[in-house]
């Protein structure tokens, strides 16, 4: 009877606390929620955020963050810009395509990435900023394409490559912004050396409308870019062809890229303009962007 009333005391009781739930009480973030912080911190940041700044944003101490911060790098889910962090492309990839940044879309720019191509028979590249860093979100290119440490990345920095400049040199803020974080990384021996040779380079685009790469991002690869405008002036990305240095350096080349960079400016406009006058469902104006 002793036995079987201990039985019954037990079941009456209340249960054990397990090691595993006292682990994830409020007060100890599990190894998860400390992972969903860091991610959650790098999602938000408009640049690459060292491990220090990281430790102060999401509270964690240096060492958890960079023990997590490892894992999160060889599963995709952040990843290494120098000493500094990024988010990882397989979050971009688990979320699947999500709407083109493009402005007027792929169905006005793209026909005029062909035509380059087809006048220059080059790689020809459409950007836009992303972070500090250039983002190839279109690329038009055939099978003798210049080899480039940014295929299979589609992301460049922006001091070395002729469309992160044409970017730096026509966004005030995404300079300013540049200028703090210092992340002139030396990439060739070409290379911009300096904040002061910069700011020349870039009064230079501003003065021409035209940037160029010599072999700066990577030996034997030259590029010539131009801002293509939105309809308040502003701009919204950059068109360039990247090819082999001696080609790259033929002064029609940039004329053609400039050229076309003005005729998508004009066709960017025009069907924003066009989209904005048609009138909606609900009877107001319509506006892709």
Not at 29 to 50: D, F, G
Not at 111 to 116: A, E, G, H, K, S
Not at 193 to 219: K, N, Q, Y
């Amino acid at each position: 009877m002793s036995r079987d009333g201990g039985r019954r005391k037990k079941r009456r009781g209340a249960p054990e606390e397990s090691p595993l739930s006292r682990q994830l009480t409020p007060d100890q973030p599990s190894s998860l929620e400390k992972a969903i912080t860091i991610i959650t911190s790098l999602s938000a940041a408009r640049q690459p955020m060292s491990l220090a700044e990281l430790s102060r944003r999401t509270g964690l101490p240096k060492t958890t963050a960079h023990r997590l911060l490892g894992v999160l790098c060889r599963r995709g889910f952040a990843r290494r810009i120098g000493i500094d962090y990024a988010v990882g492309d397989q979050l971009a990839t688990l979320a699947g395509p999500g709407p083109r940044t493009i402005p007027g879309g792929r169905r006005i720019v793209l026909p005029y990435m062909v035509r380059l191509y087809e006048l220059t028979r080059q790689t020809v590249n459409l950007a836009v900023a992303r972070g500090l860093e250039v983002a190839y979100v279109e690329r038009v290119y055939g099978h003798a394409r210049v080899s480039s440490p940014s295929d299979g990345l589609d992301r460049a920095p922006l001091h070395c490559t002729a469309t992160g400049k044409v970017l730096l040199a026509f966004n005030a803020e995404l300079n300013a912004t540049f200028r703090e974080a210092g992340a002139m990384r030396r990439m060739t021996r070409r290379t911009i050396p300096g904040p002061a040779a910069l700011d020349r380079e870039l009064h230079m685009v501003r003065r021409t409308g035209i940037a160029f790469s010599r072999e700066e991002f990577a030996e034997g690869v030259a590029c010539a870019a131009a801002p293509v405008f939105g309809p308040d002036g502003r701009i919204c990305m950059a068109v360039g062809v990247a090819g082999p240095s001696p080609i790259l350096a033929l002064p029609e080349v940039a004329g053609t890229v400039k050229k076309t960079a003005h005729a998508m400016s004009g066709a960017v406009s025009r069907s924003i303009a066009d989209t904005a006058a048609r009138p909606s469902r609900n009877g107001s104006s319509a506006c892709p962007l």
